[in-house]
């Protein structure tokens, strides 16, 4: 079993920025694919961010370019910074991990950011 642990989710003011930081820990050592989706009301989950054991990343093209998507393989933690975030920025954020191709996908629990004056 894997365990997803997220925080740093909350409300914001258009503009302003947030970390999200998510913690696996389980039956894996290493995970070779971890990242963020999200899903606004009414609307599908989608693909935020991604990032590879070996750094390669890759990015929804709403949020280039004020997004950035870190992880510290040391503690299978991955990182997403939100910068000038937006009102359609508002989501609840699933951090997920994969150990392998072969592996399934694991899901955290989500976090609420919510950008609004």
């Known amino acids: 079993q894997v365990q997803l642990v997220e925080s740093g989710g909350g409300l914001v003011q258009p503009g302003g920025s947030l970390r999200l930081s998510c913690a696996a820990s389980g039956s894996f050592l290493t995970f070779n694919v971890m990242g963020w989706h999200r899903q606004a009301p009414g609307k599908q989950r989608e693909l935020v961010a991604g990032?590879?054991?070996?750094?390669?990343?890759n990015y929804a093209d709403s949020v280039k370019g004020r997004f950035t998507i870190s992880r510290d393989n040391g503690k299978n933690t991955v990182y997403l910074q939100m910068n000038s975030l937006k009102p359609e920025d508002t989501a609840v954020y699933y951090c997920?991990?994969?150990?392998?191709?072969?592996?399934?996908?694991?899901w955290g629990q989500g976090t609420q950011v919510t950008v609004s004056s």
């Open positions: 997920y991990a994969r150990p392998g191709p072969g592996n399934r996908v694991y």
């Open positions: 990032i590879f054991s070996d750094g390669t990343t």
